[in-house]
């Protein structure tokens, strides 16, 4: 089975940059979706196909990927920005999600 | 607006079975495929099955294959997820999902979901 491994915990300082690592074996001939998950609510689609932000989503929110990571960076990070980070990718045509990057801002 | 509403969660006994629905709205529920994603209580997000627009190709991720079955109406716009042989392993928040495109397919993505049924096996 093909498996996304995510750092349990990230901390991040008011205004500075936040990156969230995903990696998986050739992650970078994959597409990476990032997905935001607040406490007590559903997902929701931050980042698709690597690097396409949907609409609604803040410019402070982007993707990369290349080799085996992807990554989701936030710049300018705010107190709202607290949440679960989830990231996302197909094995065939059966979808694969990490185990989650839970972001602390102190 | 697009609107997915889950229903049927409930407390099940090991061994029995539960079905949980999603309701779909705002949005053409025929053009798009569909999955459930689920979270154990304080766990994280696992994918489990997922149907192709027109309910011919379903997958399943190896934890549930052979126990659970996905099916829609496009008709209804409902999407469904048969459960049987629960397992305590199975006690979760279930969440339907709209995927992107026609088909379950790596250029996809999961928008919008839904606020997610709890489904309980517990003796």
């Known amino acids: 089975s093909y498996d996304l491994t995510q750092p349990p915990s990230v901390s991040v300082s008011p205004g500075q940059t936040a990156s969230i690592t995903c990696s998986g074996d050739?992650?970078?001939?994959?597409?990476t979706s990032w997905y935001q998950q607040r406490p007590g609510q559903s997902p929701v689609l931050v980042i698709y196909?690597?690097?396409k932000r949907p609409s609604g989503i803040p410019e402070r929110f982007s993707g990369s990927s290349s080799g085996n990571t992807a990554t989701l960076t936030i710049s300018g990070t705010q107190a709202m920005d607290e949440a679960a980070y989830y990231c996302q990718a197909w094995d065939i045509n059966t979808a694969v999600f990490g185990g989650g990057t839970r972001l602390t801002v102190l | 607006e697009m609107q997915l509403v889950e229903a049927g969660g409930g407390v099940v006994r090991p061994g029995g079975s539960l079905r949980v629905s999603c309701a779909a709205s705002g949005f053409n529920f025929g053009d798009y495929a569909m999955s459930w994603v689920r979270q154990a209580p304080g766990k994280g997000l696992e994918w489990v099955s997922g149907v192709n627009w027109n309910g011919r190709d379903t997958n399943y991720a190896a934890s549930v294959k052979g126990r659970f079955t996905i099916s829609r109406d496009n008709a209804k716009n409902s999407l469904s997820l048969q459960m049987n042989s629960l397992r305590a392993e199975d006690t979760a928040l279930y969440h339907c999902?709209?995927?992107?495109?026609?088909?379950?397919?790596?250029?996809?993505?999961?928008?919008?979901w839904g606020q997610g049924t709890l489904v309980t096996v517990s003796s």
């Open positions: 050739r992650l970078g001939n994959k597409y």
């Open positions: 196909q690597d690097t």
């Open positions: 999902a709209r995927v992107s495109g026609r088909y379950l397919s790596r250029q996809n993505w999961f928008d919008p």
